[in-house]
């Protein structure tokens, strides 16, 4: 099976920094993208966990909750849930 050019646009600092990591790792940027993409298809999905680091505001609240701080309910159903959410969204 012959291979097949395929070009994409990268930042040029970028594509700099890939292509001294995978020669330090003994590689070819294009090795690398090919062995990236033979791991997406055999695990049908990207071969790393894609993620977005929490905010200061969303690390503070869930260092909150782990402590025990700032909790709400336990509730008896969704609709009690929600009406005490609602009366949250009313106070200033």
Sequence with gaps: MSAK?????????LKQQADQLFAALGLSTN??????????????AFPFKPALTPNAETRQAMLETLSGQNLSGPYSSAASMFAALDVEDDEP
């Excluded at 090795?31 to 049908?44: D, G, I, S, T, Y």
């Design 5 to 13: 050019p395929y070009s994409f646009r990268l930042e040029p600092d």
């Design 31 to 44: 090795a690398a993208v090919n062995m990236f993409l033979r791991q997406a298809v055999a695990e049908q």
